[in-house]
């Protein structure tokens, strides 16, 4: 199929892409309200180190520093999947609510994230109020800290520890990339949506529109009168 023919079947059903991107847009205005400010959102970051003590034996040479490290790095790996849970949001929701802070454990999931950068455990709290991020990341901090071996008893409980690196600051942040993106992304997908309809209504709908169309089903034509 030509460029050419592409364009005709626009031409023809361009009322379908326009129509749908208008409604789409009409509706988003309607639930989205772009004009109105949104409510900010705070965010505070910390950082954790865990680790193994290494065993000592007086008067022998082992290669426990080497397992220590990678037991840290294996912890790592653990506990930034352990704060992520609904075991760990149980216990900081506990500790929150013994400090008169009423905080669902599911809140306390969905407004921490946690990443990794060598050897090193990031937890990141979000919510919008800058007091209550403040809580809730001191009762994460409290739970790392001085609850860890009660989520992994065997490896923790004698000989491990979790240790606070980095306390940073509750600071707002803007609206997401994808708050930004949103309106403009429906549009663009509905705009797709109706090209697609378009097309799809073109293939459906058995009809003769051009010479080109009789000349393919076999039909000579005599003559042929222009729009214009």
């Known amino acids: ?19 749908l991107t208008a409604l789409t847009l009409v509706f988003s205005l309607i639930t989205l309200k772009p004009w109105q400010p949104r409510p900010p959102t705070y965010v505070m970051g910390m950082s954790f180190s865990v680790g193994v003590k290494p065993q000592q034996l007086p008067d022998q040479f ?14 790592i790996d653990d506990f930034s999947e352990i704060v992520k849970g609904s075991e760990f949001a149980a216990a900081v929701s506990q500790r929150l609510a013994d400090e008169g802070i009423q ?28 007091k209550r991020v403040a809580k809730i990341a001191d009762a994460v901090a409290a739970t ?4 860890a071996d009660q989520f992994m008893p065997r490896l923790l409980e004698d000989q491990g520890a979790v240790y606070i690196v980095n306390r940073g600051a509750v600071v707002p942040i803007g609206p997401s990339l994808k708050q930004r993106l949103d309106l403009p992304l ?3 997908l509905a705009l797709l949506a109706g090209i697609g309809l378009a097309f799809l209504l073109e293939y459906l709908m058995p009809r003769v529109q051009t010479r080109k169309d009789m000349e393919a089903l076999g039909v000579p034509v005599l003559a042929e009168i222009p729009r214009k």
């Open 62 to 75: 082992t290669y426990d520093g080497y397992y220590t490290a990678l037991s840290s790095e294996y912890l």
């Open 1 to 19: 199929m030509e460029l050419h023919t592409y364009f005709r079947i626009l031409k023809r059903w361009w009322w379908i892409p326009i129509g």
């Open 103 to 130: 905080v669902a454990p599911g809140q306390i999931q969905g407004s921490t994230q946690t990443g990794k950068l060598h050897r090193i455990l990031n937890v990141t709290i979000y919510d919008g109020d800058p």
């Open 186 to 188: 429906r549009l663009v």
């Open 144 to 147: 790392m800290t001085e609850d």
